[in-house]
């Protein structure tokens, strides 16, 4: 299992991924932080920029469709996606997220 991290600074793009990802049944739920401050080094100084952060479970096989599907979507305007693992889960939460996400 995998927590899918997906950011932009386009915010209603980001809510429509998640849209997208909840009624394709790609992840079990999603979590919006919306107002992100977000650092970065540019040419020596320091820039300030405000992104919207999706997060969401989801079995780690199915990255490459989600991230295919992204691509697919909005490839005109990438937001920036990577998944991290998930190694300790409540055993409710796991049996969930394998009954509630597509089969793969």
Known sequence: MISIRISGKNESQIVDIAKTLLIEKLVIDVNLNRGVER??????SVVTSTVC????KTKGLLFPKIDTLIREKYSES?????????IHMDWDQAKSLKAEVIQV
Do not use: D, K, R
């Not at 952060?53 to 969401?56: G, I, N």
């Not at 990438?78 to 998930?86: A, K, N």
């Open 78 to 86: 990438l937001p920036e996606i990577y998944s991290l693992p998930i």
């Open 53 to 56: 952060l999706l997060t969401a």
């Open 39 to 44: 650092l970065e080094l540019n040419e020596n």
